[in-house]
């Protein structure tokens, strides 16, 4: 069979995890695979999208990703659209199924192929949370702006490094952004435990990846950590605050 992946941004991140995954799953039951993105820095990126595991076409990349710093979610949509006018009609790759994620704006053009699709929903809670009344319309938008804002993370990492300066502690701690596959390996190789901290996370491919090689973790007591750690036995589930991990990396 032959799978055109359409996802949205080919970076570094947990759903693309999945949707390289899902790739490389895909060619070793010796399916035929090739991905659409409309974003693809081969400087930050998953290997196997740049060694020639995968076929990566990138389209609809010249489209801003917003507009004045505003109104990302809109134009996501925009590209995703406009990615899939391009594989329905204009890039000749011929496949029996499209799996696509994230953005489900595009399913109707992709249907004008004639093809199965199959979309993989990261997040199914918002489509059952239906917003029918224009008050509940009203309540959630000024909640979603906050949300968007709250998660920007340009300056986290500076943050980071100043607090580490701030508590002497610059010359034990290292800060990696981005590691390739083979370090990340070599560090949960190497390391006694991983500390996972996000509260009320999804699901997490982290703890995961740890406990693959046979490492503990120490997370926080919410979200997908409870699902995948078993308290004292894998790793160890502790309250949010500083305290409590302490406790447990001791």
Partial sequence: MKILILHPDLGIGGAERLIVDAGMAFKSLSHEV???TTHHDKSHCFEETIDGSLEVTVVADWLPRSLFNRFYALMAYYRMIIAAIYVVFFSGLQFD??????????????????????????????????????????YRYPIDWLEEWTTENKQHYEE???????LGV?????????????????L???????????????????????????????????????????DNETGFLCQPNAKH??????
């Fill in 34 to 36: 090739h991905i659409v």
């Fill in 97 to 138: 199924l499209i799996f696509c994620d994230s953005i489900s704006a595009c399913i109707p053009v992709l249907r004008l192929s004639k093809k199965k699709v199959v979309f993989y929903c990261h997040f199914p809670d918002q489509l059952l949370t239906q917003r029918k009344t224009i008050l509940k319309r009203l």
């Fill in 160 to 166: 980071l490094v100043n607090k580490a300066v701030e």
């Fill in 170 to 186: 610059e010359d034990k701690v290292s800060f990696l952004k981005s590691p390739s596959n083979d370090k990340k390996q070599l």
């Fill in 188 to 230: 949960l190789h190497s390391c006694t435990a991983l500390l996972y901290t996000p509260d009320n996370e999804h699901f997490g491919i982290v703890p995961l990846e740890a406990m693959y090689m046979s490492r503990p973790v120490i997370a926080v007591n919410s979200g997908g950590p409870r699902e995948t750690v078993i």
């Fill in 245 to 250: 991990f302490a406790n447990a990396m001791k």
